[in-house]
């Protein structure tokens, strides 16, 4: 227990890693491979919010309320336009729909 919470708390200081992405915490920044891309403030926190709960589906309200601190509007499309541009640059498998509900950040054993 001890070791795991001294893991992530490097790994809030320092970024978390993920199917070999990793998220780079001080400069808002995605890490995949050799390849760095800027990510927006709303783009970052839905990708640490997914990366925390990978392998859970997250519905869009969660990903509104709990991700971005706002209040779900269920006729509003951040939430997928955000996911959108995060899967642009992190590729299709890595981010799944779940139609209907959201989305979840599946690991890379699931995927393959």
């Known amino acids: 227990m001890c070791g795991r919470l001294l893991a992530e ?16 915490v001080q400069r808002y920044s995605l890490v995949i491979g050799a390849k760095e891309s800027d990510l927006s403030a709303q783009e970052y926190q839905i990708m640490q919010y997914l990366m925390r709960n990978k392998n859970t589906a997250l519905s869009r309200r969660q990903l509104a309320e709990n991700a971005l601190g706002m209040v779900y509007d269920p006729t509003s499309r951040t939430v997928d336009m955000l996911v959108f541009a995060l899967r642009k640059k992190v590729g299709k498998a890595a981010i799944q729909d779940r139609p209907g509900f959201g989305y979840m950040m599946a690991s890379q054993e699931a995927v393959a």
């Open 9 to 24: 708390g490097i790994a809030r200081r320092h970024g978390r890693e993920e199917r070999g992405l990793t998220v780079n």
